[in-house]
């Protein structure tokens, strides 16, 4: 094939139209990129557009974490009206897994107002996260109060509990952090004291009788499948439990509740006994005297059980720390108005 | 004019008393103790559910006859035709399958969600499939997925096996099974066999809570020969034994792996496993045709509903039912049935070289025992 | 006038791409959960079927046929690219609920069906007229699907909440499929028997003919 032939043949023919069919794209999609890119900035911009419902200046904040149940991975402050957006993380969801959320926080005058908006960003391993509706998201701006924390039980019609209580951590992670950084942390008078592991310590609170005995309103933390219980313990002087009342049993169903311990629901196993004996049902864990409805604790209801326990556990242990506290501060003036603070 | 005293047929030509008709009002039969028990346990509303599934399903079907008769055209002229027509080739299956659907839902549905659902389960999955024998999947499972799919998950997950895991919230009215997978933070209650057995204090679907009406029902199909006898039995058993096998893994974090028969007869009575197993996968239509074929497609399904079990923490039965029906046209092409009359041949067996033929054949035996190695290792 | 009316009455109805065709099931299936989305696809690939289809047919002499395909191929994927540009800068919204669908829209085969068909044989205006009808055959099938798997599977309209009850697997593909099937069931027994009741009258108009040229002669 001479060189003449090879131009006038087909394959040269292909070539050039191959060749300059590429090329015009080329150019027409490079010129097209260059006018219609989309900058990481404008994207950004369009993301916080979405959840704010407004286009907005932000500022970047530095991201701490506040709360163990959460984890805060970006943080804004709105330059136009001073409100901040967190992303927020929320741990224990279910089957371990996590919610992703953007919240916007409701900030005017150096103080949260409240909650704006929930959006869910993503989640890891929650399956049904489709049946968490909007309305059940509404609820967090709806309940907001000063200093409520929010629980499971709080938000109605998202069906699943693991997804419910990893959102209800990641609002409560970003009211955290808000909070903190404003500088309004609400001290936390229980944090120092023993046994607060399943005790929700904001949300607890005592009061001091004329007696000289100490009314502790508890309020546990869930523990999986019970959701917080809460329990009034009073505690005489002595350090004996002299009442002992479940106000709200956080037992999933009446199956649980049934199973649970009958000294433990109507406090027989606890009246009269100090930290020492408490101590001692808590040392044996597993195996309980018997004697009261021969259910053992290691039912299907042990979470419960144990919740419960911690309750009397931590109002015995403490209770004589309250007591020094008040004769220092003046008749626990003070912790009473802690007390109701954090109501 | 025609002979009519010669009848034209496609094979096989057997003749016999059994219609499909009569086979049906069997399998009633069977399903009414579980009935029974279902209203007994759950009261008014299961009374509901069945009511209204049976008859959701007998009017779709008349409907998708009518209109596929015909009934409307002319003004409804022939309506009255139709319906005759209609009555003469009505064969109870839709009544079986209304009433299998509302025994394995849970009794906290609605009955617009049943209605729904058993419209599903004949129209969809029955009759646009060519009607009575020609679905390719069970239709009350199919529709119990649909349904459990479609609506409130809540409802439907839990009352089958509830709270198989006790960390998900998802399960309303738990009961304490979630035993039978032990992992850490799991309750170790154990609900005792004899109530699980008699579906007293347990929650459930309505028909397969309590076993024994279950069991009654086997009995009864077995012995008027609806059912094989050893299907179920070799389904449930394959099913147990391979449920206590995967169990056994959660027991590694708490130290070692532990083949634990006590849980046997727990994990077969719970769930819709031994409602499907008698009700359900025994299917003439959606199941293999041969022996070897039925043997297979059981195995499988039982360590199928076995591991998914496991791995989901889900009531699996029906969505493994659906699956394994869709396998059945594969697994009666690949396990061939014995034609009727015909004698397997004697394969010739394969000449042993042995020295004293080698000899014969007047080959060196050197060579013989070099090939005859071999043969032995394969051995 | 009458090349034009048939050009659109196959692409709208006699050969539409999604319920005589079966053609580009993949986004059809993926995407009809939500009536919004599903309109969205639809007129994008209207947009870049006509595109691809003038710029075909103009170019139809000059391609060789030997790599006509490769051609098609880069013409289209040009075109998509700048569809997804176009889209993610002035309709956001759309450009996440459509997803990966949008690329797949290269390969999706309506277009280069058309292509292949229609478009390398036929002048531009033909060609165009083409890909406006098959456009729009598929834009409404894939609204009216979406519509009814959105409404009954979401119980929403173009995201809208219409109402409590929903049926929850037809907002899934596997629902979607269901439905798919039932409106080509439904597509196909309308047009068999509009078809009929032409041929029917056809008919009768030619008997009658027939009679009256008996009558003259």
């Known amino acids: 094939m001479t060189v003449k032939q090879f131009f006038k043949s087909t394959a040269f023919k292909c070539i050039i139209t191959l060749t300059c069919v590429l090329l015009v794209s080329g150019i027409f999609l490079t010129i097209m990129n260059g006018l219609l890119a989309v900058s990481d900035a404008e994207r950004f911009e369009r993301a916080i557009n979405k959840i704010y419902g407004k286009s907005v200046k932000t500022e970047t904040v530095a991201v701490a974490n506040y709360n163990d149940n959460a984890t805060i991975d970006e943080a804004y402050r709105v330059k136009d009206d001073g409100n ?84 209800c951590n990641a609002v409560n992670g970003a009211l955290d952090f808000v909070n903190a950084l404003l500088g309004n942390v609400t001290e936390d008078i229980y944090a120092e004291f023993d046994f607060v592991e399943y005790i929700e310590t904001k949300l607890t609170s005592h009061e001091v009788n004329e007696d000289g005995s100490i009314t502790f309103h508890i309020v546990t933390k869930g523990l999986k499948e019970p959701s917080g219980f809460k329990v009034d313990i009073t505690i005489n002087a002595d350090g004996v439990v002299t009442d002992y009342t479940v106000t709200e049993n956080g037992s999933t169903s009446n199956t649980y509740v049934g199973q649970m311990h009958a000294g433990i629901l109507d406090g027989t196993l606890f009246e009269g006994k100090d930290f020492a004996g408490i101590e001692a049902i808590l040392d044996n864990g597993i195996s309980l005297p018997s004697d009261n409805s021969g259910t053992e604790i290691s039912t299907g209801a042990t979470h419960s059980n144990y919740l419960c326990l911690y309750a009397a556990a931590f109002a015995t242990k403490n209770y004589d720390k309250l007591i020094v506290d008040d004769g220092g501060n003046e008749g626990g003036g003070e912790t009473d108005e802690g007390g109701t603070e954090n109501e | 004019m025609t002979d009519n005293s010669v009848v034209v047929s496609t094979p096989p030509h057997v003749k016999s008393r059994r219609t499909t008709r009569s086979v049906m009002l069997d399998v009633i039969i069977a399903l009414l103790p579980c009935a029974i028990a279902g209203i007994v346990f759950f009261g008014w509303r299961a009374f509901v559910i069945e009511a209204v599934a049976v008859l959701a399903c007998v009017a779709t079907e008349f409907v998708y006859f009518f209109i596929l008769n015909k009934g409307f055209a002319k003004k409804c002229k022939d309506a009255g035709a139709v ?107 154990k609900i005792s066999v004899l109530d699980l057995f008699l579906g007293t204090g347990v929650a459930g679907c309505i028909g397969e809570t309590c076993k024994v009406t279950i069991l009654i029902g086997y009995i009864y199909l077995s012995v008027r020969n609806v059912i094989k006898w050893w299907q179920p039995l070799m389904f449930i058993a394959i099913f147990g034994f391979a449920a206590v096998f995967f169990s056994g893994f959660g027991f590694i974090a708490t130290g070692g792996y532990i083949f634990d028969m006590e849980l046997f007869l727990p994990h077969i009575f719970s769930g819709g496993v031994l409602f499907g197993a008698v009700f359900m996968f025994p299917d003439y239509v959606t199941s293999p045709k041969g022996v070897y074929g039925q043997i297979f497609y059981y195995a499988v399904a039982a360590i199928l509903v076995a591991a998914l079990r496991y791995l989901t923490k889900l009531e699996v039965t029906s969505f493994v ?48 025992n070099a090939s005859a190695a071999p043969d032995k290792e394969g051995k | 006038m009458n090349k034009y009316k048939k050009i ?133 099938a894939l609204t009216i699907m979406g519509v009814i798997c959105e409404f009954l599977g979401k119980g929403s309209l173009f995201g809208a909440q219409i109402m409590e009850f929903k ?3 037809l907002a899934t593909p596997a629902g979607a499929f269901l439905v798919y099937g039932l409106c080509i069931a439904v597509f196909v027994y309308i047009i068999d028997g509009f078809e009929r009741w032409r041929r029917v009258k056809a008919n009768k108009l030619a008997r009658e003919n027939l009679l009256n040229a008996k009558e003259a002669a």
């Open chain 1, 84 to 167: 901040y957006l967190i992303k927020s993380t929320g741990k224990g969801g279910y089957d371990n897994g996590t919610v992703t959320c953007w919240i916007v926080v409701n900030v005017s005058g150096g103080a949260v107002k409240g909650i704006d908006k929930v959006v869910i960003e993503s989640n890891k391993g929650q399956s049904y996260i489709d049946r968490v509706s909007d309305k059940a998201l509404n609820q967090f701006t709806e309940l907001y109060t000063d200093g409520i924390i929010y629980t499971q039980d709080l938000i109605t019609n998202a069906t699943v509990k693991g997804t419910k209580t990893a959102i």
């Open chain 2, 83 to 189: 319906c005759k027509r209609w009555l003469k080739q009505f064969d109870f299956t839709s009544i079986v399958t209304g009433l299998i659907l509302a025994l394995i839902l849970p009794s906290t549905v609605a009955w617009y969600e049943v209605l729904i659902g058993s419209m599903f389960a004949i129209a969809i999955v029955k009759m646009l499939f060519g009607g009575t024998g020609k679905n390719l999947v069970n239709p009350a499972s199919a529709a119990r997925v649909f349904m459990a799919i479609s609506f409130a998950i809540s409802t439907y997950v839990a009352a089958n096996i509830p709270a198989l895991r006790f960390e998900s919230g998802i399960f309303t009215d738990a009961t304490n099974l979630a035993w039978l997978f032990p992992s850490e933070g799991n309750p170790t209650t």
């Open chain 2, 321 to 368: 039912i659906i699956l394994m029906n869709l396998f059945v046209p594969l697994i009666d092409k690949y396990f061939i049935r014995r034609p009727y009359g015909y004698v397997k041949a004697k394969k010739p067996k394969a000449e042993k070289i042995t020295p004293e033929s080698a000899a014969e054949n007047l080959i060196e035996p050197v060579d013989a």
């Open chain 3, 8 to 140: 659109t009455l196959d692409g709208l109805i006699y050969q539409n791409p999604t319920f005589m065709l079966v053609l580009g099931t993949c986004p059809t299936l993926g995407l009809i959960s939500s009536a919004f989305s599903s309109m969205g696809m639809g007129l994008t690939v209207l947009v870049v079927l006509t595109l691809s289809n003038i710029i075909i047919s103009a170019l139809r002499k000059v391609i060789p046929s030997a790599v006509r395909i490769p051609c098609y191929i880069v013409i289209i994927a040009t075109l998509v690219t700048f569809a997804r540009m176009f889209l993610e800068k002035f309709l956001p919204d759309l450009y996440d609920s459509l997803g990966g669908f949008l690329a797949l829209i290269v390969v999706n085969c309506i277009i280069l069906g058309r292509a292949e068909a229609f478009a390398n044989k036929n002048g531009v205006l033909e060609s165009a007229a083409d890909g406006i009808a098959n456009g729009l055959g598929f834009t409404v």
């Open chain 3, 167 to 169: 049926i929850g697997m």
